[in-house]
């Protein structure tokens, strides 16, 4: 099966894991993982229905997801392909009945993101990134620099602690969305100007990478360096804090934050 083929066929499998959540979402099954962080039954669950897919469909490719999966010998980095799960980003707003939730996959080829989909079950929004440079939401091709939203505030998504960790400058409106991913995609797609990434793991942005370069904008960290996925399949290292933003507006965006 080609990559695009799987796509096709792997954006349906996302979409009705995401529905599926969505009709679960008031008796989730939520307990804590041993570092304190919540897991429902629903992350398990989707994360394996999309693991056994994926094994079927690419056996020689490997996986790494959130919730324990970890296919592939050796440095992840140095596999062709490299499928990267987050089967609920927003565990905590999902757990919450909250609207900020979304499913993600990403698709590595030798360390670089080249694909990924995004689906959002309560705003009904479908992300996707195609290896052949395509971004879209809901089948309309988008851009970083392209707002439908320009008779409307202007708004900069933040992480839920930033209170605790950053001073924002920032003139427009600041909001947190739920879910680190779908703050990139909302830079992605121009409805939000930038985004402010606090530190996570690697599943919390590789859905949306693809997307984010695909559509213009691009992810770096607070040293105006940008980011490089590869090191990061190593789940040992998580990510520094980062900013996404349409390519040639890092510093706008980072001249507005101070750190703590």
């Known amino acids: 099966m080609t990559i695009s083929s799987a796509l096709t066929d792997l954006t349906q499998l996302v979409t009705a894991c995401g529905d599926d959540a969505k009709a679960q979402r008031h008796d989730p099954g939520l307990t804590r993982k041993p570092d304190g962080s919540l897991?429902?039954?629903?992350?398990?669950?989707?994360?394996?229905?999309?693991?056994?897919?994926?094994?079927?469909?690419?056996?020689?490719?490997?996986?790494?997801?959130?919730?324990?999966?970890r296919i592939g010998t050796g440095d992840l980095a140095q596999h062709e392909y490299v499928w990267v799960i987050d089967p609920i980003d927003g565990t905590s707003a999902y757990a919450s009945t909250l609207t900020g939730w979304c499913v993600g996959v990403g698709l590595v080829h030798y360390g670089r993101p080249v694909a990924g989909i995004v689906y959002a079950p309560m705003s009904d929004d479908l992300f996707v990134a195609t290896p052949d440079g395509g971004a879209y939401r809901n089948g309309t091709r988008i851009h970083?620099?392209?707002?439908?939203?320009?008779?409307?505030?202007?708004?900069m998504a933040v992480p839920s602690n930033c209170h605790r960790r950053y001073h924002i400058s920032y003139k427009g409106r600041i909001r947190t969305t739920g879910a680190t991913i779908l703050s990139l995609c909302y830079v992605a797609t121009g409805i939000a100007t930038a985004a402010l990434v606090g530190r996570?793991?690697?599943?919390?942005?590789?859905p949306a990478m693809a997307l984010l370069r695909n559509a213009g904008a691009e992810l770096w960290d607070l040293n105006a360096q940008v980011i490089d996925i590869a090191p990061l399949l190593d789940i040992s290292r998580g990510t520094p804090a980062m900013l996404a933003a349409p390519i040639a507006q890092y510093d706008t965006f980072r001249n507005v934050i101070t750190i703590g």
């Open 39 to 69: 897991v429902t039954r629903m992350d398990q669950a989707i994360e394996q229905r999309l693991v056994s897919y994926l094994r079927n469909t690419h056996p020689t490719h490997a996986i790494l997801g959130e919730e324990g999966t």
């Open 144 to 155: 970083a620099t392209n707002s439908r939203n320009t008779e409307l505030d202007p708004w």
């Open 200 to 206: 996570c793991m690697v599943w919390d942005i590789a």
